[in-house]
């Protein structure tokens, strides 16, 4: 084992039934660094952590760790922390009812009576040493949340971790909760404790990290010194597309050729909404195909369901067809012909327990009111024609949603929504986690749309996907619009460029 | 010092009705009246602590030589806080209907060192008597037995009972279910066709009588524990068309003398009603003179008179006078 | 193996809980008392054609039992929880209803109003207990139980005070009909009333889309928001339906006695009408409802009570042998327990056909 090293993850495997989550991972962590997880969706960070956590067991490799001789066997959550790895997650796990100094402590006793004084004297004292701005007799839930995160990490400290897992630990903080987060994480550099910090924001990656693992598809890409690898190439490298083989490919789309080709469909002006987009202008001409492109993470979900009215819009003024119009929920945007297709389909989108029928008819019953219901055979006729349509694979119409593949049940959503005939459709991921053949068919359906005179924002995290349909792209990084590419702009190089290095309003 | 001002102004918030009869703080001497603090379940809980309260307040004012003050709980503890509070109060009577019948002890021994007497009333408890000077009550099983006393007056050939009994182990159940169950075993003649628990409730006495007719089981007394339960049995017989009243082929029973129940009475639809005296005020008024003329009550537990109304007897005015 | 898989689809059918409740019960009776089903025609005190019996006595109790299984039905699917109120709200409406039908004096000969004007005003203010449960549920974001646990504490006491804790009878025989006969027709009042009811809500739900909306809220909040729907005003929605429901349960249970007592009114309905939701298969946590299976379970429920009342068990067991239904119902319920049943039959039958097979 290296010297330096305060922790050796050599030749890693997991194997989950069908998927190969992790193959042949190396991972080394140094004494007193920060050290960047990176990787898109289903990269393998996340099963890499919780392979190092003890969460999952490992099927192979080995992990060393600085002052153990042999190779350690972490077997549960609770030996990672007693050899000294501790995990602060996104969301908060501690206990917001009892006080600081008690989440500092609460299952760590070691005997049944507890000395309190003595306790918040010592909790008073951590709290002090690293410098959080909280009293270890408030209660938890009263801290903002950045400070609640610094109380995990002092939890953490105070087991006395040579290992730190931050994940995902700035997604819910502001600006300067950030910076304080950044400065605690500095502090316990110095101390010496190796922190492991998974991110999706670029810009505090390159702020407060000094070197960087990059996995793609379960296996690793690399490991770089964070001065070794300017942004473009990180991109690159998560992506997957060396620069050199992007060959960039066209949209074929114009096909509508209608009068008002070039007439705006929709437009948004200062659009925010409390899922923290930054403000920004947005529109979209009749037959046209745009997209928001970006990381995830980097806000490009949020944005289009601003548009739609899911999140609480905060500012902004919208038009539709030249007229003003108002959005503060998404019935309001159903009516003026607007439809979304949302990112979680399980989720956000079938209502699982109802018939294929009942989930292809609902929006445009809802649009009827409450009043007009179809008829059966009306019902049936709808959705054997989109069935037939979209050819989705169902028994029959009764058969419940859930039962049918994803792709599938992805159909029976966008049936749903072209069953409103909607002048302006929104696609958030609309081929995620569906077979490739489905995947063709609906970005043909897309062309198609487009080419009768209907709007269409396409989001996928496929960027060639991407470029394939849309031929206007909003690139998005941490929140912020960083450019607008068209024509010539439309190819793999530039979209990494602009993500990488984009300048946008702040 | 400033804590126990608290404690005193708390009691006195406590107190949800302090008597309008008297006159304010003056003492015994200065105006000659009696001082006597009545401690009571909530009047809300019945019909017959409505009537009970009423008596209570129409005996113990000012025009009747009396100061009263008025405190009300269903539940023991606050109800030993009020006595306390009335003991520092220095009344002359301490007058108590308890909610439970354990606890007492303590506070009456209070009383008795203040030189407070105590008088008991609707309800006993667990306390040496020397602890009180009268407790006035109602005698449960008596009732029963003027009940089927009176039943058995009717000659009947055949008594063929549907008996419809209140919550199981209440005071008013055991005693009037005991009666009726010692008639049922003595003579061969009487009958039990069900027995059952309606928990007081008119609805599932419907029921219970209800299914008694859809078994086709003849029977020719109804005898309630209540009116309320009563009344559900009347309501099955009107469904099913089977006569009852005086001279009809169900004789109907019920206690507690409500006033409506005494109507039925007088229309003759039903043919007994027993009573259960909420008014003993007359009593402990009768017991106070006793203790203030120098003497001591004859005997320390009193029995209240108790009525059985029978419909071919009773009177427009009885149903004035008994109604509750 | 055709078959066996008929038998699972007909195991795995949801009217097929409350169904299978009916027939034991009913199966139980045929052995061990025939003249349970024995029904017979007399005349009532007005001389008017009456019939009874163990059957018709369950028609005419269980039929407020079904009206308030209907409302429940429509509040579990929508809120995923049960309102624990219905018999306080009972109180209250019925209460209101006296009020209104005896004016100041609770004894008074005549109608103070006309039964129906009563009726409406008690129902609108039974809406509006029910409305007040449902904001608690759908914008406070409280658990449905604890909720209504609020007017489940608080409702007998208004009750009480609507009518300055006094007892009013109704005199006119006119009132009388609601929980017991119309002249010259011989079934019970309460019968048609609920069918009245069931009809009504088959006609709400086959010209209005509560069905579906209640169902897709149900099951996913979000998805059903983001399709243009807004959950919360239809979880007020339901809870105001089932306010509606109470208020004709109320009209039936005072008018059975002409009178009301605040205390023991239409007490642990609740916990019978949460029972009837449950035996007709519906999940109580939400979602996916059937009225029908409700309605039926609703009977099974009273055809229970009834039978224990014939066996003369003693009516404060009766919450005892309910719970014993309840724990059946739970295992019974699950998808493995229904999927073995079923198993089971095909195995059976694949068995004999082996057998049929070998000979």
Redesign the interface.
Same mark, same amino acid.
Not at chain 1, 347 to 354: K, T
Not at chain 1, 365 to 373: S, Y
């Given at each position: 084992m290296n010297e330096n090293s305060i922790l050796e993850m050599r030749n890693i495997d997991k194997v989950f039934p069908g998927v190969r989550a992790l193959s042949g991972v190396d991972f080394t962590l140094r004494k007193g660094e920060i050290h960047a997880l990176m990787g898109e969706n289903g990269a393998g960070k996340s099963t890499l952590i919780k392979v190092l956590t003890g969460v999952y067991p490992k099927d192979n490799g080995e992990i060393r760790m600085a002052g153990h001789d042999k190779p350690v066997n972490i077997k549960s959550p609770e030996d990672a922390q007693n050899i000294g790895i501790s995990t602060v997650y996104q969301e908060i796990t501690l206990c917001s009812n009892l006080s600081v100094a008690e989440n500092i402590f609460i299952g760590r006793e070691k005997s049944f009576f507890t000395n309190w004084k003595m306790r918040n004297k010592r909790a008073g004292e951590i709290l002090k040493s690293l410098d959080i701005p909280a009293s270890p007799t408030q209660q938890l839930g009263t801290c903002s949340i950045a400070v609640q995160q610094m109380v995990a990490i002092a939890r953490a400290v105070d087991m006395e971790c040579k290992i730190l897992i931050l994940d995902e630990p700035t997604s819910s903080l502001d600006e300067q909760e950030v910076a304080k987060l950044f400065k605690l994480m500095r502090e316990l550099k110095q101390r010496g404790v190796g922190i492991i910090f998974v991110t999706h924001f670029l810009d505090q990656v390159y702020e407060v990290c000094d070197r960087i693992t990059v996995l793609r598809d379960g296996k690793l890409v690399g490991e770089y010194e964070i001065k070794d690898l300017p942004r473009l190439m990180l991109v690159s490298k998560m992506l997957g597309k060396e620069l050199d083989d992007m060959s960039s490919i066209k949209s074929d789309n114009g096909g509508y050729t209608g009068e008002d080709k070039d007439k705006i469909l929709f437009e948004a002006e200062n659009l925010s909404s409390v899922e923290a987009v930054n403000p920004f202008d947005f529109h979209i001409k009749k037959g046209e195909v745009n997209g928001f492109t970006g990381l995830l993470g980097s806000g490009r979900s949020e944005s289009v369901r601003a548009i739609?009215g899911?999140d609480r819009v905060l500012s902004g003024k919208l038009k539709k067809d030249g007229k003003d119009i108002k959005i503060t929920?998404?019935?309001d945007a159903?009516k003026n012909k607007i439809a979304?297709l949302?990112e979680d389909r399980k @989720?956000?989108? %079938?209502?699982?327990?109802?018939s294929v029928r @009942?989930n292809i %008819?609902?929006?445009l019953?809802?649009?009827?009111?409450?009043?007009?219901?179809f008829s059966r055979a009306k019902a049936e006729e709808f959705a054997d024609e989109y069935i037939k349509l979209l050819e989705i694979k169902t028994a029959s119409t009764d058969t419940p949603v859930k039962s049918l593949s994803g792709g599938n049940q992805q159909k029976v959503i966008l049936a749903?929504w072209l069953l409103t005939h909607p002048d302006y459709l929104i696609l958030d991921e609309p081929t995620r986690g569906i077979d490739v053949g489905t995947k063709v068919e609906i970005q043909k359906l897309v062309l198609k749309l487009a080419s009768e005179g209907m709007g269409v924002t396409f989001i996928s995290s496929e960027t060639d996907e991407m470029l394939r349909t849309c031929s206007r792209l909003i690139v998005m990084r941490d929140r912020h619009v960083v450019g607008e590419l068209t024509g010539e702009d439309l190819n793999q190089h530039k979209i990494m460029s602009t993500i990488a290095e984009g300048e946008g309003e702040k | 010092m400033k804590k126990r001002i608290l404690a005193v102004l708390m009691a006195l918030v406590m107190v949800l009705c302090v008597a309008g009869c008297g006159g304010g703080g003056a003492a015994k001497k200065g105006n000659g009246l009696i001082k006597v603090g009545i401690i009571n379940n909530d009047p809300n809980e019945s019909g017959y602590r409505t009537a009970n309260d009423k008596d209570l307040k129409a005996t113990f004012c000012e025009a009747n030589g009396y100061e009263a003050s008025f405190a009300y709980s269903l539940k023991n503890d606050e109800q030993i806080t009020y006595a306390q509070k009335f003991i520092q109060d220095g009344v002359d009577y301490l007058l108590l209907s308890a909610a439970d019948t354990a606890g007492w002890d303590s506070v009456l021994k209070d009383a008795k060192d203040a030189g407070i007497h105590v008088i008991l009333f609707d309800r006993t408890i667990d306390a040496d008597p020397s602890l009180y000077d009268a407790s006035i009550v109602s005698d449960m099983a008596k009732e029963g037995d003027t009940a089927v006393n009176w039943l058995k007056g009717q000659g009947l050939s055949e008594y063929n009972v549907i008996h419809i009994q209140g919550v199981m182990g209440s005071a008013a159940q055991k005693g009037r279910t005991g009666a009726l169950d010692a008639q049922v075993a003595a003579d061969a003649s009487w009958n039990l066709v069900t027995q059952q628990t309606a928990e007081w409730n008119a609805e599932k006495a419907q029921q219970i009588v209800q299914s008694v007719i859809d078994s086709g089981a003849s029977f020719n007394v109804i005898y309630a524990e209540n009116d309320d339960m009563a009344k559900g049995a009347v309501a099955a017989l009107d469904k099913a068309n089977i006569s009852h009243g005086v001279g009809k082929d169900v004789i109907v029973m019920g206690f507690d003398c409500n006033k409506w129940a005494l109507q039925e009475l007088l229309s003759q639809n039903w043919n007994y009603d027993g009573q259960c005296n909420p008014f003993q005020s007359s009593y402990i008024d009768e017991v106070i003179k006793t203790i203030e003329s120098g003497s001591s009550p004859a005997q320390k537990t009193i029995i209240m008179d108790e009525k059985g109304f029978d419909a071919s007897t009773i009177t427009a005015e009885d149903v004035e006078n008994y109604g509750i | 193996m055709k078959t066996g898989n008929i038998f699972q689809k007909i195991f795995r059918r949801q009217i097929m809980i409350p169904l299978a409740a009916f027939l034991l019960l009913a199966i139980f009776n045929l052995v061990a008392d025939p003249s349970f089903y024995k029904i017979t025609l007399g005349y009532n005190s007005a001389g008017n054609p009456v019939l009874s019996g163990y059957l018709i006595t369950i028609l005419d109790y269980g039929s407020e039992l079904a009206i308030l299984a209907i409302g429940m039905t429509l509040v579990t699917a929508a809120s995923g929880g049960q309102d624990i109120s219905v018999g306080a709200a009972i109180a209250i409406s019925g209460s209101m209803l006296l009020r209104c039908l005896c004016g100041a004096d609770t004894r008074s000969e005549n109608l103070n109003m006309p039964i129906i004007c009563a009726f409406l005003i008690s129902m609108v203010v039974a809406s509006l207990f029910g409305a007040f449960n449902g904001v608690l549920v759908a914008y406070f974001k409280i658990q449905p139980m604890v909720a209504t646990l609020i007017l489940f504490t608080a409702g007998r006491s208004i009750a009480a005070w609507i009518n300055n804790n006094e007892l009013p009878i109704v005199n006119d025989q006119s009132f009388a009909i609601y929980g017991g006969f119309i002249p010259g027709i011989p079934i019970p009042m309460p019968f048609f009333i609920a069918v009245i009811v069931m009809i009504i809500t088959w006609l709400i739900l086959k010209f209005t889309n509560l069905g579906l909306y209640v169902q897709s809220v149900g099951i996913n909040e979000k998805s059903s928001r983001l399709n243009g729907l807004n959950p919360e005003l239809l979880k007020v929605l339901t809870f105001v339906l089932l306010g509606v429901c109470v208020s004709v349960a109320a009209l039936i249970k005072t008018s059975r006695l002409m009178t009301i007592n605040y205390s023991v009114i239409a007490k642990d309905i609740e916990m019978d009408a949460i029972l009837a939701v449950a035996l007709g298969g519906n999940a109580l946590s939400g979602g996916k409802f059937n009225i029908p299976a409700s309605i039926l379970g609703a009977y099974v429920i009273q055809f229970l009570t009834t039978t224990l009342y014939k066996f003369n068990v003693s009516s404060d067991a009766l919450s005892a042998y309910k719970a014993v239904v309840v724990i059946l119902l739970v295992v019974f319920s699950s998808e493995s327990v229904r999927g073995w049943i079923g198993g089971l039959f095909k195995k059976t039958v694949a068995v004999k056909a082996g057998k049929e097979a070998k000979s």
């Open positions: 739609f899911a929920k998404p019935i159903m979304y949302p @989720e956000d989108g %079938i209502i699982g327990d109802l @009942e %008819i609902l929006a019953q809802v649009l009827e009111g409450f009043f007009h219901p749903r | - | -």
